[in-house]
């Protein structure tokens, strides 16, 4: 789960993390407020649920009251990488000596939560990422021993040569780790730490993201979201029993089971397609469950075929096609559908669709290549 700019740094005042201040805006008349409670000089920054706002034109500094109502009125509204811009941040602008980047993340390869820092902080880090790897450098955290003082010195030591920039950027990093820990984050990250002319350290830009399976226990957090469209649709599909994931493809999978759901999707891109979604439906397969599912995908404007991949274990293959039999003749939808059935009673289920609006298919080759062939591509691999 994301949350915005300005959330993160509500959390990172509650935990004692210097940042500079500002506020939430949404129109022009709460921003010629913030002007005049935060300027002369502001930064005004785009509230979106994605990096890299400051070079897609989401962040700037303006001088004067006009400047600032001039930037917020192109900021408001404005797409970045997809997301709708609703809200600014309006802050106090700070001013810069040098940027640092410091950033906690879950790190799957280690097992571990892993610290990364670099002198090289701000919009470029990605590049400083690709291009000098070395000016990043990793810390793997025991959980047993966390973050204490003397290794968050040691740390910090390795990002400044300044003692008491040292002693600032130390007990930062202790306590961005207890928020953390605290809040089951899979992220954190100031990105940049900023060090002022008088010698401050200040967070002026922070991302946090949580792992959605301590929703349950994450009640203050969990309040705090506000989903865009596609994320809402997700978190409805999770309720109904779904595992949704929507993609930028045009086939529709519908599937039970997530490996033959990740199975199928690689068979689509195999032969040269994209899917439209990971739609896991889970074990059974019912009218009403199938009937949800499909709705689903069909509120994903770009999915103009759906395949349908069950394997029938102790779910029946003939029950299966009883199922979407019933479902489709409810749903009312012109939609090419191809399915295929394999496992208990799947003969029984292919005839069952037999001279139906379905394309029933034995492998899951054919049934990639036919829900290709019907969305209008062609194969780029010929059946081996
Ligand atoms: P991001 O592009 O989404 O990471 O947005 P940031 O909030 O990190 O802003 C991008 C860049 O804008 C930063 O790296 C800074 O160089 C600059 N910037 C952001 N806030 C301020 C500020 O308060 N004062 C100054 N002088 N520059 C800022
Ligand atoms: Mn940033």
Redesign the pocket.
């Known amino acids: 789960m994301k949350i915005h ?1 300005y959330q993160t740094r509500m959390l990172f005042s509650k935990y004692g993390i210097p940042t ?1 201040a500002g506020s939430v805006c949404t129109t022009l008349d709460e921003i010629e407020e913030a002007y005049q409670m935060f300027g002369p ?3 005004i ?2 509230q979106v649920h ?7 034109g ?2 700037k ?1 303006a001088r004067s009251e006009d400047e600032a109502l001039e930037f917020g009125q192109q900021i408001l509204g404005m797409d970045i990488n997809g997301h709708h811009v609703e809200k600014v941040f309006v ?6 000596k040098k ?1 640092y980047y410091v950033g906690f993340v879950n790190d799957r390869s280690t097992k571990s939560v892993v610290l990364m820092v670099s002198k090289e ?3 470029e ?1 990605e590049e400083v990422a690709q291009r000098a790897p070395e000016k990043i450098h990793k810390f793997v955290i025991q959980s047993d021993i966390g973050l204490p003082s003397y290794l968050a010195r040691k740390i910090a030591f390795s990002l400044f040569d300044d003692i008491d920039q040292v002693k600032q950027g130390a007990d930062i990093l202790k306590k961005l780790y207890h928020l953390y820990v605290d809040t089951d984050a899979t992220l954190a990250e100031i ?2 730490l ?1 060090v002022t002319p008088n010698d401050e350290l200040l967070a ?2 922070g ?1 946090m993201n949580f792992d959605d399976n301590a929703f349950y226990r994450q009640k203050e957090i969990f309040d705090m979201r506000e989903a865009t469209p596609d994320e809402l649709k997700e978190i409805e599909a999770k309720q109904k029993g779904f595992s949704y994931v929507r993609l930028d493809g045009n086939i529709g999978c519908m599937v039970n089971g997530a490996g033959l759901a990740m199975a199928t999707m690689d068979m689509i891109k195999l032969y040269g397609a994209e899917p439209a979604n990971f739609l896991d439906i889970g074990g059974s397969s019912n009218p009403v469950k199938v009937v949800e599912a499909i709705k689903l995908l069909l509120s994903d404007k770009n999915v103009n075929v759906v395949l349908i991949n069950i394997f029938g274990g102790i779910t029946r293959c003939d029950d299966v096609a009883r199922g979407l039999i019933q479902a489709f003749d409810e749903l009312n939808v012109d939609i090419p559908v191809v399915v295929r059935l394999t496992g208990t009673n799947e003969q029984e289920g292919r005839e069952m669709l037999k001279e139906t609006r379905f394309y029933a298919v034995e492998t899951m080759s054919q049934a990639a290549r036919k829900a290709i062939e019907l969305s209008g591509r062609n194969t780029t691999e010929t059946q081996s």
Do not use: H, S
């Not at 994605?50 to 070079?55: A, E, L, Q, S, Y």
């Not at 802050?91 to 810069?96: F, G, L, Q, R, T």
């Open positions: 700019e500079n000089m502001v930064v920054k785009a994605t990096g890299g706002r400051g070079k897609a989401g962040v500094l802050a106090d602008a700070a001013e810069i940027e902080g701000g919009v880090i990105n940049p900023i002026i830009d991302k």
